[in-house]
């Protein structure tokens, strides 16, 4: 009986012993970290992680070995967090690996289509690039500069028009231009701008005529549009004198000489003339040069209006002529139907 028991208390002992050795050296092969319960974690968030501690323990003994080796503090190391992936430094931990490339995931034998395109900094655009509001700057440069220009030519020839004639208005008329200054727009020399290329100058105190009035219609120098239409289509400078006779100085009849081009349209559109003398006769049978027709209401009173002074007016200016108006009866354009 004794012996039985003997036998069994080697068992528990043997086996014991095998316990504690078995769980040591689990405990130095399988060992993990295990987090601390900690009530307060959830408000530990926004805290700075410390680095964990691991502890390396130096491989067990076997256990007749285990009895003779005295551990001491220095078997124990302690390491930080900095030292954790230290042994991905390690080579031979993977030979056969491209380390140097740093690729040490699978392989892929696709090309990338990933491309990263380089955008250039905004400073560094060229000025091609604002073509359209470069192009719309120098029109409006080039705008305001011919206006300018062109209102500048105009006023310059009114005042050279003025200097040549006035001796000759003055001769006839005793009043040339607007007497004070109540219209803002009349200049000193008496005429009144109506635009940058339309003046006018009202003239007055003759016998026999109540008054005269002359518009100068310039071309539109001042306006680019009109300046690149007159290379397409040329035009002149143009003056208009308007003579209102008194009503006991004239006699009752139409008169008027024009150009053969606008001839047709005076007999078509002016009112007077189209119901008086619709008929149209040509100027040399008057003395004229050619190129002028005649449409008269009464032949006697053309021949004493065209005399040889007038002809020879005629023959010296006839390049600057284009019509001539006389009418008791005017009323400008017929209306329009």
């Known amino acids: 009986m004794l012996t ?3 036998n069994m208390k080697l068992w528990i002992v043997i086996a014991h012993i095998t316990l504690v050795v078995t769980n040591l050296w689990v405990t130095a092969h399988f060992q993990e970290e295990v987090p601390e319960d900690n009530e307060f974690a959830e408000f530990e968030d ?18 007749e070995e285990e009895l003779n080796q005295d551990f001491e503090e220095d078997d124990v190391l302690v390491t930080d967090g900095d030292s954790e992936f230290d042994h991905f430094q390690d080579e031979e931990e993977f030979e056969g690996l491209d380390v ?10 696709e090309p990338s289509t990933l491309t990263i395109t380089k955008v250039p900094f905004h400073l560094r655009e060229r000025w091609d690039s604002y073509y359209l509001e470069i192009l719309m700057i120098t029109g409006l440069v080039v705008y305001f500069i011919n206006y300018i220009v062109g209102r500048t030519k105009n006023a310059h020839i009114v005042e050279q028009w003025l200097i040549d ?44 005529c ?16 009109a300046v690149l239409a007159q290379l397409v289509r040329p035009q002149n400078d143009q003056i208009h004198i308007e003579v209102e006779l008194s009503k006991d100085e004239i006699d009752n009849f139409v008169l008027a000489v024009a150009t053969k081009r606008l001839a047709m349209h005076l007999v078509r ?9 619709p008929e149209k006769r040509s100027g040399e049978k008057f003395g004229l040069p050619s190129g002028f027709y005649v449409m008269s209401e009464i032949p006697e009173a053309t021949a004493a209006i065209l005399d040889t002074r007038i002809q020879q007016a005629f023959t010296k200016f006839a390049p600057y002529i284009e019509y001539i108006h006389i009418s008791d009866q005017f009323s400008g354009r017929k209306p329009q139907e």
């Open 165 to 208: 004639h006035k001796q000759l208005l003055m001769d006839n008329f005793s009043l040339i231009g607007h007497s004070g200054k109540s219209n803002e727009n009349a200049n000193d020399n008496g005429f009144i701008r109506q635009s940058e290329s339309q003046y006018s100058l009202y003239c007055s105190g003759r016998v026999g």
């Open 46 to 63: 926004f805290e700075e992680e410390k680095p964990s501690v691991l502890i390396e323990r130096v491989p067990e003994l076997p256990p």
């Open 100 to 109: 140097a490339g740093g690729n040490t995931g699978p392989k892929n034998d």
């Open 210 to 225: 109540d008054s005269m009035l002359i518009e100068l219609k310039l071309i539109k120098r001042q306006d680019l549009v």
């Open 269 to 277: 559109d002016m009112a007077d003339i189209s119901v008086y003398c």
């Open 4 to 6: 039985v028991l003997g």
